[in-house]
């Protein structure tokens, strides 16, 4: 486009003639009255300048794609994003899916891991591991920040003298230290290490602190 086919006769008959056009439509006007080779994008900018510079508002109030007034849309009673054809294929109240799994039905996660659908309703909380759910079944909720192991490496091994609580500092030191193994004895010795260990490196963070704030307080 050349700025200097923009005179005012251009823009006057633009403001004479803007309403009730948007700007492709604006712009196939301009070229047939001036022999222009305009499009809906250069008269859009024309049209921002002329409001920035001059206040003069050529703004129209056009969108092509919206029903109008007393249009009735063709889904309107039916449910359903997409279900412009009627209701016959949506879920009506108190279906169920084909794929709904029942409350006790189990599944396998990628990491081998098996869990167990505790509950139906709260898509976050409706399955749980496992070992964890038979955990707590014995011995109550699991506190925060602990984790359940299998003392002998076996995911499938779900007998509760199997199972044991460890803090996940511990079980980072256990994995760390290789303190795992197949045998239940072997590994039930490796928490007690990886406790002894933890409770090492708490007391010396602890001295760690208290010299940081000695010195700090100097």
Known sequence: MKLYKWTDEVIQFMIDNYENKDNIELAKLLNKK???????????????????????????????????????????????????GGNKTSFKKGNIPANHRKVGEERMKKNGYIEVKVQDGCLNKNWMLKHRYI?????????????????????????????????KAEDLIMNNNKLFAT????????????????????????????????WTLQ
């Open 34 to 84: 001036f022999n222009l080779n305009t499009n809906g994008d250069r008269v859009s900018n024309v049209k921002v300048n002329l409001k920035r510079r001059k206040g003069i508002d050529l703004t129209t109030r056009i969108n092509r794609g919206c029903y109008k007034k007393g249009n009735i849309p063709v889904n309107k009673g039916t449910k359903g994003m997409f279900n412009v």
């Open 135 to 167: 955990y707590e079944q014995y011995y109550g909720k699991i506190p925060d920040g602990c984790n359940i192991i299998f003392l002998d490496g076996n995911k499938r091994n779900f007998d509760i003298s199997n199972l044991k609580l460890v803090s």
């Open 183 to 214: 045998d239940k004895d072997l590994t039930y010795s490796g928490t007690l290490i990886a406790k002894v260990i933890d409770k090492s490196n708490e007391k010396r963070k602890h001295r760690l602190w208290t010299i940081i704030l000695w």
